[in-house]
């Protein structure tokens, strides 16, 4: 079974950073895409999740942000968000997802098989 816990959320002022983790088991990551979304407060119910960055087996990376940076350790099967010059507008719920490799777009929730539970991010201003 494969399950992903994310931890490192929490409140900070704008400007400041925060690292999120995602532990994964049940799956080895250097194998498969790994990915971050978030959801921010108030969304419009039906709406995706928003691509913040992913990983792939080869580690390659993609991201909407250049603030923020994936990574991963594959001894620790973890990967990793770091974000700095946080905003107020990045408050949300982000999730850590994984998937199979196929040669769709890491950007689309949709292709993702396994998502974490989340963790809360609140930036303050």
């Known amino acids: 079974q494969v399950q992903l816990v994310e931890s490192g959320g929490g409140l900070v002022q704008a400007g400041g950073s925060l690292r999120l983790s995602c532990a994964a088991s049940g799956r080895t990551i250097g194998s498969y895409i790994m990915g971050w979304f978030r959801q921010p407060p108030g969304q419009a119910p039906g709406k995706e999740r928003e691509?913040?960055?992913?990983?792939?087996?080869?580690g390659a990376v993609d991201s909407v942000e250049g603030r923020f940076t994936i990574s991963r350790d594959n001894a620790k099967n973890t990967v990793y968000l770091q974000m700095n010059s946080l905003k107020p507008e990045d408050t949300a719920v982000y999730y850590c997802a994984s998937r199979p490799r196929t040669a769709s777009t890491m950007r689309e929730p949709a292709g993702y098989d396994y998502w974490g539970q989340g963790t809360q991010v609140t930036v303050s201003s």
């Open positions: 691509f913040v960055a992913a990983i792939n087996w080869r």
